[in-house]
RNA sequence: GGAGAGAUGGCUGAGUGGUUUAAGGCGCACGCCUGGAAAGCGUGAUUACCCAAAAGGUAACGGGGGUUCGAAUCCCCCUCUCUCCGCCA
């Protein structure tokens, strides 16, 4: 069997968004799955409006320090947006008339003065068919408006490093040092074979490579992480657990902003297997994209936040254009765990919080004795919902790298303008809340991390102590059984 | 998967084409009354958009579309909930 037919396999029942078959529900002419009008449920938008009206010079500046060019965009979004508003104006007080002329009809013929409602009938007529057209208009506008929108990111916050890549992203800290040895370090590939833990092999024999099959004490290496992360973070940390929905509609990828942009990255369950109105079903890339969601279209009170959820997930990675880059092993995977915090804060306190749990991910490295530094991801290499990020990049010494374990973001109110999550304040005023995500962590990078910095040399593998009681064991050592 | 019944405001619940400007009840807030309460009486209370603001206007009765001068009400599609049957870990 080649790679071709192997793949093709794999995707009979999970295929990447578009190139399933049309499903039956929807005919033959089925709408692409990322029309705008698909993906908008409510009228609430991205970038505020009314921000972007009256300081689009300021809008602009921001956007233009992610060096994306989006700014360019923001020109364009005035003039439909100033377009709509005289149509708009122009329909409700056309609407306006109808309502009145109605009522005197309604009027008349309860007099039974048909002769004169009839005469009004055909002026309504007239009125109602501008109406149409109108409404018909804005409609278009709406959606050129919003297909804008939906492609711009957040804006960068003020204290965030202006930079274009990964490299001018600036150290903050860091904890721990470089663990060394008096042997040359294995790498966690080396590792697993030895000790039995991932059959990489057979992992790619059966959903192709960038898949793993964790096995024996790999297998409950893993699950004793999933346990202590979510122990920590519930008991320590005070987070509310959660376990959502893998397979989530098109609706939370849109409100989290993993859409439009992202669209490439999701596997998509197979065509036809949709939820009407919430469109196209996908597996989860990220458990933030059901949790964050959780509240969506809702008005919270305010004595309800702040909100914490800590959820462990499977997370599921198309990679696409990826290849090549780093692939072998566990480092980029197609499926990996993670246990995911996301946070549903009041404005004021989103920057504090996002502090909070960028230390509350740092405990797990630090209690399971791994070297790590915190680092700010600067404007140019901020994800496309964030408004400031910190990574926290865990020493791997058989890599001899750093590697992403966790990532916290404060996406201030533009997710919640998504999809449309607010709370009530005290003195009765409808505010969108910050939310934030963080990773507490991601764990096949972990699983990396943990083995290669406490392998010994006889190639066994301490376990911290923090561990121990999850796994139940000391020490996992060639002979395990 | 099959059959049926539903979805109305904070809750409950009326409303089968025109003072519905969504009745009535419960709960809520404020006021009157009271020594204080209860009861009673009165007042208020959704959301979004347009408008610099105010005044005013428009829209929303699960979601979308249609009929009509006019739709919570009639028609079509979808989603969700409940009941029964079937299947199933």
Request: aromatic share 6%; proline share 5%.
């Amino acid at each position: 069997m080649d790679i071709f037919e192997k793949r093709s396999l794999i995707r009979a029942a999970i295929t990447r968004r578009g190139h399933g078959p049309p499903s039956l529900n929807h005919g033959t002419n089925a709408p692409s799955p990322l029309a705008p009008d698909q993906l908008l449920f409510h009228n609430a938008l991205m970038l505020d409006m009314r921000l972007v009206r009256e300081n689009a010079a300021g809008v602009q500046e921001r956007l233009a320090t992610r060096g994306a060019g989006d700014e360019g965009k923001i020109d364009e979004l005035l003039k439909w947006d100033e377009k709509r508003r005289t149509l708009l104006a122009q329909a409700e007080t056309l609407k306006s008339q109808r309502n009145r002329v109605s009522k005197e009809i309604g009027a008349l013929m309860a007099q039974k003065k048909a002769p004169e409602a009839e005469a009004k009938k055909a002026e309504t007529r007239q009125i109602g068919d501008q109406i149409t057209q109108l409404d018909k208009d804005v409609a278009e506008i709406e959606k050129s408006r919003d297909a804008i929108l939906l492609t711009i990111p957040n804006l960068p916050h003020e204290s965030v490093a202006i930079g274009r890549s990964a490299e001018d992203n600036p150290v903050m800290r860091h904890w721990g040092e470089k663990a060394q040895f008096d042997f040359e370090p294995k790498n966690h590939i080396d590792i697993c074979e030895r000790l039995k833990l991932i059959d990489f092999a057979r992992g790619a024999k059966l959903s192709g490579s960038g898949f793993l099959l964790y096995t024996n004490w790999g297998a409950r290496l893993e699950r004793a992480l999933i346990q202590y992360l979510l122990d920590l973070h519930t008991t320590s940390h005070g987070f509310t657990e959660v376990s959502p929905p893998y397979i989530i509609g098109r609706h939370c990828m849109v409100g989290v902003g993993q859409f439009p942009k992202f669209v490439d990255q999701a596997y998509a369950v197979q065509e036809g297997m949709d939820a009407g109105t919430m469109g196209q079903l996908y597996l989860l890339p990220t458990a933030e994209a059901p949790v964050a969601n959780i509240h969506r279209e809702e008005i919270l009170r305010e004595d309800q936040l702040p909100i914490y959820y800590c959820a462990y997930s499977p997370c599921f990675r198309a990679e696409a254009g990826a290849a090549g880059v780093g692939t072998r092993g566990m480092i980029r995977v197609h499926q990996f765990d993670k246990v995911e915090l996301i946070k549903i804060v009041m404005p004021e306190d989103g920057y504090v919080e996002l502090e909070k749990m960028v230390a509350n991910a740092e405990t797990v490295l630090q209690q399971l004795g791994l070297h790590y530094h915190v680092i700010m991801l600067c404007t140019g290499d901020m994800g496309f919902a964030s408004a400031k990020t910190y990574d926290i990049e865990v020493w791997a010494p058989g890599q001899k790298q750093y590697l992403e374990v966790s990532s916290c973001s404060n996406c201030e109110d533009f997710q919640a303008r998504r999809m449309n999550l607010r709370y009530k304040t005290a003195t009765g005023e409808n505010r969108f809340p910050h939310i934030l995500n963080g990773s507490g962590t991601a764990l096949a990078r972990l699983f990396v991390a943990l083995i290669e910095t406490h392998q010994q040399p006889d190639g066994s593998i301490k376990i911290p102590a923090a561990l121990q009681t999850y796994l139940r064991a000391e020490v996992i050592k060639v002979d395990s059984e």
